[in-house]
């Protein structure tokens, strides 16, 4: 959905007006109260917008028959060096021909795709007479691939489809098949592409990019760099924490953010200890799939729009600037609304009963920055480079981000500059 029509799930017309404490708290059962009387005490109009899902082990077989079943003839894929190496693009090539397709290869992406990365990509796919857009590879690959789709559909530069339903256009059909498992990319209605003359991210929403297909294929995250794993395990965790909190959250995006949130706190470790544990993968394959579905409804909040403007002006990893802002966020949230943050502490694991919900929400906080340690995430935002007096231009620049609509609390300029500068 829109993140207009996001809001107005919850109850209003204007994603950034106030918002009452009751209309933000959690439906947690009362004392005499069924399931059911908490659905029904909580029902309101829910929107939830999600790609047909091929998941499991092996399912990238089925590449082709969902790239035909599209209209597929000629699929462009989209993907990068790293999955050429490891392998993927090669089956999944394979799959493509076994189905009677001519698939043509662009793999010209690298972290944080690049504008103009996207405008040859899009170069690309015009030239070759392609048709279903195919994206194999992590969030940079998938948000390329997206934007290939825009500009086929809509023309112009890339950075003009900047903000909330500017994708006017029908997109070419698309599957995509996630290499990580955090970005959510592949189920999700939002694209971020680097602006590489104003170094910062754009955020792109639009219903339009729900891709057609997502084909979740586990045995793909398990040629996943370490450090790669950790930033993706904790992007995962900040969307479904963002989601279950944000303003445009419903009783359809919570289930799926609070099962994430258990799945990524018992399996992210493992996966790092032991990158060949197939049911940890699985885990965090379903979780990076359940938190795309809760975020790409619900929207996110104040982590994601600050995380892009670091993104941006450093192309740093998003998950890793994720992980470190996440908690600072987390306490500054639950100032306003420590209710909400009950539910997300007894999904991580933590005591609840009887404890104040501002104390869960501060251990909620260290929880998620004792798993950033385990993982191997730097503890501030200067060892990634970013130095106070880039503060008031990330500032500045953060409030303008689409994702910052949704927060579940009112954020003025002086409060991020407090955020980053806590977080260097």
Not at 26 to 36: H, K, W
Not at 151 to 157: V, Y
Not at 280 to 303: D, H, K, V, Y
Not at 327 to 339: G, L, Q, S, T, Y
Request: charge should be negative; aromatic fraction near 4%.
């Amino acid at each position: 959905m829109s993140l207009t029509s996001a809001a107005m799930v919850t109850g209003g017309n204007d994603p950034s007006a106030d918002w009452s404490r009751d209309e933000c708290q959690c439906e947690l059962l009362g004392p005499q109260e069924t399931s059911t009387d908490a659905v029904r005490r909580s029902a309101r109009l829910a929107k939830f917008h999600v790609p047909e899902i091929v998941f499991g082990p092996g399912s990238l077989a089925e590449l082709g028959h969902c790239a035909l079943r599209l209209g597929g003839r000629r699929p462009f894929l989209v993907t990068d060096p790293g999955l050429i190496a490891a392998g993927w693009a090669d089956e999944a090539v394979a799959h493509l021909k076994r189905a009677g397709l001519r698939p043509v290869v662009w793999s010209e992406v690298t972290p944080n795709p690049k504008d103009h990365e996207v405008q040859a990509g899009f170069e690309r796919y015009t030239e070759s007479g392609c048709d279903v857009i195919v994206g194999v590879g992590g969030g940079s690959v998938i948000d390329a691939a997206k934007g290939v789709a825009i500009l086929s559909g809509n023309g112009g530069r890339i950075l003009d489809y900047e903000g909330v339903d500017q994708v006017i256009q029908p997109i070419p059909p698309t599957v995509m098949v996630p290499s990580t498992s955090g970005t959510g990319a592949d189920v999700s209605q939002f694209a971020v592409i680097t602006d590489t003359t104003e170094h910062i991210k754009i955020t792109i929403v639009s219903r339009t990019l729900v891709p057609d297909i997502s084909v979740i294929d586990p045995r793909l995250l398990t040629t996943m760099p370490d450090w790669l794993n950790a930033a993706t395990g904790l992007d995962a965790l900040t969307h479904a924490i963002e989601a279950f909190v944000s303003r445009a959250h419903n009783p359809l995006t919570d289930i799926h953010a609070l099962h994430a949130v258990e799945l990524i706190i018992g399996n992210l470790v493992r996966t790092q200890i032991d990158p060949k544990d197939f049911g940890a993968r699985l885990a965090m394959a379903q979780a990076a799939l359940e938190a795309g579905m809760a975020f790409t409804n619900a929207i996110l909040g104040a982590t994601h729009a600050m995380s892009h403007q670091v993104g941006g002006l450093l192309d740093a990893p998003h998950g890793v600037v994720n992980g470190v802002l996440l908690p600072h966020v987390i306490r500054f949230n639950a100032e306003a609304w420590p209710d909400r943050f009950v539910a997300l502490g007894a999904a991580a694991g933590l005591p609840t009963a009887g404890v104040p919900p501002h104390e869960v929400a501060a251990r909620l906080a260290d929880l998620v920055r004792a798993l950033a340690d385990d993982v191997g995430v730097p503890k501030g935002l200067a060892s990634l480079g970013v130095a106070e007096r880039d503060v008031p231009v990330l500032a500045r620049t953060t409030l303008k981000d689409a994702c910052m609509a949704t927060n579940p609390r009112i954020v003025e300029l002086r409060d991020v500059e407090t955020l980053f500068r806590e977080a260097l």
